[in-house]
C-alpha cells in the first residue's frame, strides 16, 4: 500500500538544471510525457522537474498499454517517464508498423529489466534509457544512462 513520507522542496530543485536534464539525455524544447500517477514519486517528481526547469509536461490520464503509443503520438513528447512493468505491457503488445512513429528519443524510469531492455530499444527506436535508482525517503540517486549497447 502506498505511504505517506517527508519530501521537502530542496530535494526537488536538486533534481531540475539544465545540466542535471542533460545527464539524462534531456534538451531544452523536450516534451516529457507522464502517465505516472503523480502522488507517486516518480511521476510526481517527473512533473515538478517538467514545471520547475520550464520544460513542456504532457500528463496522461493513465497508464493503457493499448493507448500509449497513440498517446505519445498525440502528445508529440520526445521523452517519457516509466516504471518498469509499464515497459514490459509495451513489449507484450503485439508489434505494429507505428511502432517507430513516434518522437521519442530518451525515457526515463526505474524497474526496467534487463531481458527488456535491449529488445525494447530496437522494436521501439529508442536513443537513450536514463535508469535511475531511488526512494521517496532514500538520500541518494543512482542514475544509469545509456545510448547504446
Known sequence: MPKGSKFILQRAWASTGTRRMAALGVRPGDRWYDPM??????????AVTCLSSGLTL???KKFSGSQFWSDIRDSQATVFVYVGEAVRYLMAAPPSPLDRQHKVRVIFGNGLRPDVWQRFRERFGIDTISE???????VFTLLNTNRGI
Do not use: K
Open 37 to 46: 500517477p503523480l502522488y507517486h514519486g516518480t511521476g510526481g517528481m517527473v
Open 58 to 60: 504532457c500528463i496522461g
Open 132 to 138: 535511475f535508482f531511488n526512494s521517496t525517503e532514500g
